[in-house]
């Protein structure tokens, strides 16, 4: 009898011991999946603002460029497939066209001196470029968090516990190879 009661203690020793390892674990995991998610939110946040502020961009171009409508329909069709992205990688995706598109807009002003000077133009402008910054840090921010998260999940024991309670690896936040190769813009700095 005093062997069972032994082994029921072992046993239950071991058992609590397992939980001392895997409950700090796990919820350590939740904590870092949440931050992953939090920062992830951020991207959302900017992302929504400049698709927001696009429209105003667009009306105040049309009203000084009412034929350039290929770049008009490529950045609405970009934010429409931005709006509609479901992963980081879709979104990175959709964000990569909708830059491009923006881009063709900029070389297009070129064009048209007296909207360079339009100060709703100006003004939108600026929101945008703050906007894009905004994007910037918080894709940094995400990928930290991604990288801290999968770390985590990666490293022995946090491997067998990610594994036994579902946590998964997080996709990066990632920029589009065409994204390298930005056009170069002159708002008019040197006229020569």
Do not use: S
């Given at each position: 009898m005093r062997k069972g009661f032994l082994g029921i203690g072992i046993f239950i020793a071991i058992l609590v011991l397992l939980l001392l390892m895997i409950v700090p674990s796990y919820n350590n995991f939740v904590s870092l999946e949440e931050s992953v998610d939090q920062s992830y939110a951020q991207i959302e946040n900017q992302l929504q603002r400049r698709l927001d502020l696009i429209p105003n961009l667009v009306n105040t171009v049309k009203g000084y460029a009412s034929h350039e409508e290929e770049?008009?329909?490529?950045?609405?069709?970009?934010?429409?497939?931005?709006a509609g992205a479901g992963s980081p990688e879709e979104e990175a995706t959709a964000n990569a066209e909708l830059s491009s598109a923006l881009s063709r807009l900029l070389v297009v002003v070129e064009n048209y001196p007296e909207l360079k000077a339009d100060q709703q133009f100006t003004q939108l402008m600026d929101e945008l470029s703050g906007t894009e910054n905004r994007i910037s840090v918080a894709r940094k921010d995400y990928n930290d968090q991604v990288a801290e998260y999968n770390k985590r999940i990666k490293r022995f024991p946090g491997v067998i516990i990610a594994n036994v309670t579902g946590f998964d690896?997080?996709?990066y936040f990632e920029a589009d190879p065409n994204a390298q190769q930005a056009p170069e813009v002159?708002?008019?700095g040197n006229d020569e």
């Open positions: 770049v008009l329909t490529a950045i609405a069709d970009a934010r429409a497939r931005l690896e997080k996709e002159d708002f008019g």
